[in-house]
């Protein structure tokens, strides 16, 4: 089993993740982030939650309905680190290339360590891509069409990063979708 997080290895000590960092969150070869930091859940935590670990046992305290990504993740590896579940994961590594061998019916996955800058490959029997809908964002020409006379700043969520703030703050602003 291979994974590759771009989050840093810190489960070795079972210690819980904290919010990455910006040089944690890569951007992707047309300049966007391919990761929403700042998201927060849009369908009630009670729909996600585990059954033989509840966000209680998790937290020790209540918390509301809806929360923030960094929680759900600190959550979702909190309970998925147990019996060695998380032991083949690398962190911190980007994604050089994937090739799939027709004849071995298997994926060869070439990576770089982000903290020593080496390269490693290994093969797979399976690959999968999550990172969304082509891990770039979806701007339609019908709308951005209708936006062309617009003189502020048109942002896509992808795009909605830690400097969101910058962009909104004491302005009107309107949210679409």
Known sequence: ???????PSIFADRSLPQQPTNSL????????????DDMWANIPKELMEYHDYTFQDHFKKAT???????????????????????DGVKY???????TYD???????????????????????????????????????????SILEDY?????????ATEDFQEHVKGKKIMLVG
């Open 102 to 144: 027709e004849g071995t019916s298997k994926f060869t996955v070439e990576v770089r360590d982000d903290t020593s800058g080496q390269t490693s490959k290994a093969t797979y029997d399976k690959c999968i891509w999550a990172a969304g809908l082509h891990g770039a964002p979806e701007k339609p020409d019908d709308i951005m």
């Open 25 to 36: 969150n890569p951007i992707s070869s047309n300049g966007v982030r391919s990761r929403y």
């Open 64 to 86: 509301p309905a809806f929360l923030p990504r960094k929680d759900l993740l600190n959550y979702v590896i909190a309970r998925n680190s147990v019996d060695g579940a998380l």
């Open 92 to 98: 911190s590594h980007t994604v050089l290339s994937v």
């Open 151 to 159: 003189e502020g700043k048109v942002l896509h969520s992808m795009e």
């Open 1 to 7: 089993v291979g994974f590759i997080s771009p989050y």
